[in-house]
């Protein structure tokens, strides 16, 4: 195993010792989960906490078409990117980063590869088919709507399926955006590192 895990602990690449310290929070989840929202949240909750850290969409590191040969799913140009992009935040000093995708908690180990080594907390935004069809009713147009909630439903399956016990869920149902963001900044441990925690709103 590339990678190991204890509960409450960071995710460890076992790479050499030149590893730089390099945290990475890994937000994954269905469509219409809220990942992005979460995300951006949670960024500004750091923001007001003052911690150094970016955030990374990881939509945006495969999106081109066609993908090379032989990389139909653009997991290569996924991680080509991402080492690319981080090579330019590692260069101002950076260590800290947010990476949000759908399943990023399924690639903790691309991802700390790409990076350079370092440690890695996965969470996993969850919701029920009711709430995510309620979400994507509001962000979809005409017939794509069914087709949408028909896939975030697949890829729910997959990623509780697939996400081991290491993996963190927090459920998303009937919770405002700030409270989730909190919760995922408690679970690797940098929310609590800079203040209480915002309440509610």
Do not use: F
């Not at 729910?156 to 996400?163: D, G, H, I, P, V």
Request: proline share 4%.
């Amino acid at each position: 195993m590339p990678w190991t895990y204890q509960r409450g602990s960071w995710l460890h690449l076992l790479m050499d010792d030149s590893a730089g310290p390099v945290q990475v929070l890994l937000i994954g989840g269905r469509s219409g989960v809220g990942k992005a929202a979460v995300a951006a949240e949670a960024s500004e909750l750091l923001q007001a906490a003052g911690m150094a850290h970016c955030l990374i969409d990881g939509d945006d590191l495969d999106a081109a078409h066609p993908k090379a040969p032989g990389d139909s799913h653009g997991t290569a140009l996924t991680e080509a990117n991402l080492r690319a992009l981080w090579a330019n935040y590692a260069a101002i000093g950076h260590t800290r980063a947010i990476c949000v995708n759908t399943v990023s908690v399924l690639e903790a180990p691309m991802v700390l590869r790409a990076v350079g080594g370092g440690t890695a907390v996965a969470v996993l935004l969850t919701a029920t088919d009711a709430t995510a069809a309620a979400r994507l009713g509001g962000r979809e147009i005409g017939s794509a709507v069914d087709e949408h909630v028909h896939r975030s439903s697949v890829m729910a399956s997959r990623l509780q399926a697939e996400a081991g016990p290491e993996v963190a869920r927090v459920p998303t149902d009937g919770r405002s955006v700030t409270a989730i963001a909190q919760e995922v900044l408690r679970t690797c441990g940098w929310l609590t590192a800079h203040g209480p925690p915002a309440e509610d709103r």
